[in-house]
């Protein structure tokens, strides 16, 4: 399995941006998929998630200003940020699992660079 982000760039506070993820590959077992994101100096932390019941999590931080959403007709996940503040920014990156639950993502991406500017 290959992801491969895109959308990433720099960005004014309060501005929007749109993260999209191929996804490719031998994608049957795939049950789970999610952004992720790393901060200079933090811990990976899971920005937004779904799972087979379609149904979203989201960090707290990401809630009512971010939303996760998939295209199954063309492998692409996608997270639509808005509002975006300074400390949104990071290093994005999606990932998929086998198993089902956003600790335990079996394949990533090589991330895509946001950089929100005050």
């Known amino acids: 399995v290959q992801l491969m982000e895109s959308g990433g760039g720099l960005v004014q506070t309060g501005g929007s941006l749109r993260l999209s993820c191929a996804v490719s590959g031998d994608i049957d077992r795939i049950n789970d998929m999610g952004w992720y994101r790393q901060a200079p100096g933090k811990q990976r932390e899971m920005v937004a998630y779904v799972d087979s019941t379609e149904r979203p999590k989201y960090a707290d931080s990401a809630k009512g200003r971010f939303t996760i959403s998939v295209d199954n007709a063309s492998n692409m996940i996608s997270l639509q940020m808005n509002n975006l503040r300074s400390e949104d920014t990071a290093t994005y990156y999606c990932?998929?699992?086998?198993?089902?639950?956003?600790?335990?993502?079996?394949?990533w991406g090589k991330g895509t660079l946001v950089t929100v500017s005050s």
């Open positions: 990932a998929v699992g086998e198993v089902g639950t956003p600790d335990e993502m079996d394949y």
